[in-house]
C-alpha cells in the first residue's frame, strides 16, 4: 500500500528550529516529486515547497518561507525533510506531506497525501 | 504569483443538489489545474486533474471543466458524503498556488 506518514511536529518558540520527516511507504521516493502542503488553524490550503524527482532535485518555495525553510530527501531511507528555521508564529500548522502525480507535462498534482503533523509556534 | 479566486466561498445544498463550484486564475494556466476534496480532520484527497480528468477511484458524479482563466468543478448529484471543503490548485508555475476553496454543507 503506497503510504506517508509525517512527523517531527510539536511545540516551539518563535525563532526556533523543527525538522519535519515524511516517510513514504509502497513506492520509490526518488522517483516522484514531492511536496509539502500547510494549513493553518480554521484557514485553507497553503502550498509550502516540492522538490523535483530524480537525482536533480530541483526545489521550489513559497515567499513566505523562502530562506528559512529547506525541503530534502534521502532516497536510501525513502524519508522526505522540511527544514524549518527562524520560526514564527504564523507558521503554526497542520503539515501535509504529498506525492507527485504526472499529467501531461506536469508532475506536481497530489494523488497520496499523509494525515498531517501539527507544528505550534509560540511563546 | 498566480492567483485562484474561488466562487462561493461556501454553499448550502441539499442531498440530490447539482452544485457548481468556480476558479478563476489571475493569468492563463491552460489545463493545468487540480480539484481536491478534503473532509474536516483529513487530509486532502485528489479528485481531478489537468482540469476536467477524473482521478481512479472517485465517484463520476464529479467533473471538472474549463482552460486558461475559468474554470468549473460540478457534482451532478451531492451526496452526504460529499459535504466538505473544496480547493483549486494551479500546477503551471511556481509557486503553485491554491484557491481559498469553497465550503459545501447540508442546508
Known amino acids: 500500500e503506497v503510504q506517508l506518514v509525517e512527523s517531527g511536529g510539536g511545540l516551539v518558540q518563535p525563532g526556533g528550529s523543527l525538522r519535519l520527516s515524511c516517510a513514504a511507504s509502497?513506492?520509490?521516493?526518488?522517483?516522484?516529486?514531492m511536496t509539502w502542503v500547510r494549513q493553518a488553524p480554521g484557514k485553507g490550503l497553503e502550498w509550502v515547497a516540492v522538490?523535483?524527482?530524480?537525482?536533480?532535485?530541483?526545489?521550489h518555495y513559497a515567499d513566505s518561507v523562502k530562506g528559512r525553510f529547506t525541503i530534502s530527501r534521502d532516497n536510501s531511507k525513502d524519508t522526505l525533510y522540511l527544514q524549518m528555521n527562524s520560526l514564527r508564529v504564523e507558521d503554526t500548522a497542520v503539515f501535509y506531506c504529498?506525492?507527485?502525480?504526472?499529467?501531461?507535462?506536469?508532475?506536481?498534482?497530489?494523488?497520496?497525501w499523509g494525515k498531517g503533523t501539527t507544528v505550534t509556534v509560540s511563546s | 504569483d498566480i492567483q485562484l479566486t474561488q466562487s462561493p466561498s461556501f454553499l448550502s445544498a441539499s442531498v440530490g443538489d447539482r452544485v457548481t463550484i468556480s476558479c478563476r486564475a489571475s493569468?492563463?494556466?491552460?489545463?493545468?489545474l487540480a480539484w481536491y476534496q478534503q473532509e474536516p480532520g483529513k487530509a486532502p484527497k485528489l479528485l481531478i486533474y489537468?482540469?476536467?480528468t477524473l482521478q481512479s477511484g472517485v465517484p463520476s458524479r464529479f467533473s471538472g471543466s474549463g482552460s486558461g482563466t475559468e474554470f468549473t468543478l460540478t457534482i451532478s448529484s451531492l451526496q452526504p458524503e460529499d459535504f466538505a471543503t473544496y480547493y483549486c490548485?494551479?500546477?503551471?508555475?511556481?509557486?503553485?498556488?491554491f484557491g481559498g476553496g469553497t465550503k459545501v454543507e447540508i442546508k
Open positions: 509502497g513506492f520509490s521516493l526518488s522517483n516522484y516529486a
Open positions: 493569468q492563463g494556466i491552460s489545463s493545468y
Open positions: 522538490i523535483t524527482a530524480g537525482s536533480g532535485d530541483w526545489t
Open positions: 490548485q494551479q500546477v503551471n508555475l511556481y509557486p503553485l498556488t
Open positions: 489537468s482540469a476536467s
Open positions: 504529498a506525492k507527485g502525480y504526472c499529467s501531461g507535462g506536469r508532475c506536481h498534482y497530489m494523488d497520496v
